[in-house]
């Protein structure tokens, strides 16, 4: 059964960092690509970032361009996201993806297998 583990989430100032971070077990994601997205209340599930199987390429919503960094090593199945200079619109809960392709995707259709989420709230 394959199973993706978030943690790092929780309540922080807006201007202040978390890192989030999704283990993976059941299957090896180290030859697929994988993302982060995100859904607000009363909002539908958004793209946030996502990261290549060789991790040399990425890409993210225009909105966390400059302050979001993902990453991932592969040899402990895990992948990262670090956020830094936080909002109060980047309050959400956060999903990490595994996708069934090695290129990233900004669209959620590849990614088959998800995380339960962790919450980031960010107050003003």
């Known amino acids: 059964q394959v199973q993706l583990v978030e943690s790092g989430g929780g309540l922080v100032q807006a201007g202040g960092s978390l890192r989030l971070s999704c283990t993976a077990s059941?299957?090896?994601?180290?030859?697929?690509?994988m993302g982060w997205f995100r859904q607000a209340p009363g909002k539908d599930r958004e793209f946030v970032a996502t990261i290549s199987w060789t991790g040399r390429t990425t890409d993210y919503v225009d909105s966390v361009k400059g302050r979001f960094t993902i990453s991932r090593d592969n040899a402990k199945n895990t992948v990262y996201l670090q956020m830094n200079s936080l909002k109060p619109e980047d309050t959400a809960v956060y999903y990490c993806?595994?996708?069934?392709?090695?290129?990233?995707?900004?669209?959620?259709?590849?990614?088959?297998?998800w995380g339960q989420g962790t919450q980031v709230t960010v107050s003003s």
């Open positions: 059941g299957r090896t994601f180290s030859s697929y690509a």
């Open positions: 993806a595994g996708s069934d392709n090695a290129w990233p995707s900004t669209t959620i259709h590849p990614y088959h297998y």
